[in-house]
């Protein structure tokens, strides 16, 4: 279990959910053990075992069949940009006796373990693999820093969401927003063209409903843009709280990444910031929630009309057409609701929620904590 936690509080499934085909240099228990006892922080840990992730696919078959007797391949360290120089890379090299030797390439040609057995793959995406033991890397094991403090609202009124970060910063949700950075966090900042013209309604809302407006443009996780479109689906949000959904559904359009609300559907237009983990992406339009607005009268086309009487006749028409029901009466309509609009209180079926990452994460993950186990 300690093992399971180690590799979770490393944070490794948004930087393996970037990729589609890489090779896990698993070691046993021992060789973790070794690992935990040089007492590293939280960030060399990550460093260390992003070294063991290969960025290519390598199979028992491949392994013994390498072109010229040896291979260089990158690993996860190299590619986040925390290895400095090559110190990302490492060596695989055929040797006697059928055996196959790994070694950082700023090892001096040392090889530092060998191919034990094949765990399991999946054929040209994801193979794991046990090594004799944890590849040696000072790069990797030096001190990573601690996170440091990110300014979103500088981050988005740079790249074109000034009055989005401005309305944040004078609200008690920009808290709620810096609180989940360092844990993860995405934010969809719509452009300042939209925000500008949704400001008179905005400014309609409540205290309570410009907080729970602002924080509904940010989920608590990171989502980097390959996996919102692999995730499609029903998202909570930074303002979801209990019988109050406050969700939205991410769907793809074509290449596009859409956020649909039961009122308005918004598309991804840049990428501002993407970079576990935070995500900063540019919307089209300010989502707006059911919770605080009412839908239009119209959102839908309306059944095609029944054919009239002609104009000319002289006699009505025997029938008259059934005026649609009137709507029932807002009793639960939200208090924030600004003026003009008709609140849309269908009941929302879809009960599920999903925060998935890329398809590959979750098998290896818990290939790799399976393997820790034995």
Same mark, same amino acid.
Request: aromatic share 6%.
């Given at each position: 279990?300690?093992?399971?936690?180690?590799?979770?509080?490393?944070?490794?499934?948004?930087?393996?959910?970037?990729?589609?085909?890489?090779?896990?240099?698993?070691?046993?228990?021992?060789?973790?053990?070794?690992?935990?006892?040089?007492?590293?922080?939280?960030?060399?840990?990550?460093?260390?075992?992003?070294?063991?992730?290969?960025?290519?696919?390598?199979?028992?078959?491949?392994?013994?069949?390498?072109?010229?007797?040896?291979?260089?391949?990158?690993?996860?360290?190299?590619?986040?940009?925390?290895?400095?120089?090559?110190?990302?890379?490492?060596?695989?090299?055929?040797?006697?006796?059928?055996?196959?030797?790994?070694?950082?390439?700023?090892?001096?040609?040392?090889?530092?373990?060998?191919?034990?057995?094949?765990?399991?793959?999946?054929?040209?995406?994801?193979?794991?693999?046990?090594?004799?033991?944890?590849?040696?890397?000072?790069?990797?094991?030096?001190?990573?820093?601690?996170?440091?403090?990110?300014?979103?609202?500088?981050?988005?009124?740079?790249?074109?969401?000034?009055?989005?970060?401005?309305?944040?910063?004078?609200?008690?949700?920009?808290?709620?927003?810096?609180?989940?950075?360092?844990? %993860? +966090? @995405?934010?969809?900042?719509?452009? #300042?063209? =939209?925000? /500008?013209?949704?400001?008179?309604?905005?400014?309609?809302? !409540?205290?309570?409903?410009?907080?729970?407006?602002?924080?509904?443009?940010?989920?608590?996780?990171?989502?980097?843009?390959?996996?919102?479109?692999?995730?499609? %689906? +029903? @998202?909570?949000?930074?303002?979801? #709280?209990? =019988?109050? /959904?406050?969700?939205?559904?991410?769907?793809?359009?074509? !290449?596009?990444?859409?956020?649909?609300?039961?009122?308005?559907?918004?598309?991804?237009?840049?990428?501002?910031?993407?970079?576990?983990?935070?995500?900063?992406?540019? +919307?089209?339009?300010?989502?707006?929630?059911?919770?605080?607005? /009412?839908?239009?009268?119209?959102?839908?086309?309306?059944?095609?009309?029944?054919?009239?009487?002609?104009?000319?006749?002289?006699?009505?028409?025997?029938?008259?057409?059934?005026?649609?029901?009137?709507?029932?009466?807002?009793?639960?309509?939200?208090?924030?609701?600004?003026?003009?609009?008709?609140?849309?209180?269908?009941?929302?079926?879809?009960?599920?929620?999903?925060?998935?990452?890329?398809?590959?994460?979750?098998?290896?993950?818990?290939?790799?904590?399976?393997?820790?186990?034995?």
């Amino acid at each position: 279990m300690q093992l399971r936690q180690v590799a979770t509080a490393a944070a490794l499934a948004p930087e393996i959910n970037r990729r589609e085909t890489i090779t896990v240099c698993a070691v046993d228990n021992a060789g973790m053990s070794d690992l935990l006892s040089k007492h590293l922080n939280i960030g060399a840990i990550k460093n260390v075992l992003s070294l063991h992730v290969l960025l290519d696919y390598f199979d028992s078959k491949k392994l013994h069949q390498i072109t010229d007797g040896t291979a260089l391949a990158a690993t996860m360290f190299q590619a986040t940009g925390s290895a400095p120089g090559s110190a990302g890379f490492v060596n695989i090299t055929d040797l006697k006796g059928g055996k196959v030797g790994f070694a950082p390439q700023d090892n001096g040609g040392v090889v530092s373990a060998t191919f034990v057995k094949p765990v399991e793959a999946i054929p040209y995406n994801i193979s794991v693999i046990q090594i004799s033991s944890i590849l040696p890397s000072p790069e990797a094991e030096a001190p990573a820093p601690g996170p440091s403090q990110t300014n979103i609202t500088a981050l988005m009124s740079a790249h074109g969401c000034k009055v989005f970060a401005e309305t944040l910063l004078a609200n008690p949700a920009e808290q709620t927003f810096e609180d989940n950075v360092e844990s %993860g +966090l @995405t934010i969809f900042c719509p452009g #300042d063209d =939209a925000m /500008k013209s949704f400001m008179p309604k905005y400014k309609n809302l !409540t205290a309570a409903g410009k907080q729970s407006l602002l924080e509904y443009h940010g989920i608590p996780v990171y989502q980097s843009l390959a996996g919102l479109k692999s995730s499609n %689906g +029903l @998202t909570n949000t930074l303002a979801t #709280d209990g =019988a109050s /959904k406050f969700d939205f559904t991410v769907q793809n359009d074509g !290449t596009d990444v859409t956020i649909i609300t039961k009122i308005v559907t918004a598309k991804i237009l840049n990428t501002l910031v993407d970079e576990q983990p935070l995500a900063i992406y540019e +919307l089209n339009k300010v989502l707006m929630p059911k919770e605080l607005f /009412k839908a239009a009268l119209s959102p839908t086309p309306a059944p095609a009309p029944a054919p009239e009487a002609d104009a000319a006749s002289p006699k009505p028409s025997k029938k008259k057409h059934k005026s649609p029901p009137a709507p029932a009466a807002p009793s639960d309509s939200p208090a924030d609701a600004p003026d003009g609009d008709v609140a849309d209180q269908t009941t929302d079926s879809n009960g599920a929620v999903r925060f998935e990452g890329g398809r590959f994460v979750g098998v290896i993950l818990s290939l790799w904590f399976a393997f820790l186990q034995l």
